[in-house]
């Protein structure tokens, strides 16, 4: 999907390399999920179930508002 891509590459392009290995792998496991999830939670309009999701879910979030 086009729209996650916008929202997901940036991020891996300019911060996944600063990221703990734990953050990393928080990462990986995000890019696992289903795309419909992805988009829902990337663009706020849901929450994932998986409670330690939120956190680099919020990081992407960040870094694409101040990136705008």
Do not use: C
């Not at 290995?21 to 663009?43: A, K, R, V």
């Amino acid at each position: 999907m086009l729209e996650l891509d916008l929202l997901l590459m940036p991020f891996a392009r300019e911060v996944f390399e600063t990221l703990s290995s734990q953050d990393q792998q928080l990462y990986i496991e995000l890019l696992e999920q289903e795309d419909q999830d992805l988009f829902g939670w990337l663009m706020q309009r849901e929450q994932p179930e998986q409670e330690h999701l939120k956190p680099i879910i919020s990081r992407i979030l960040e870094h694409n508002a101040n990136s705008a």
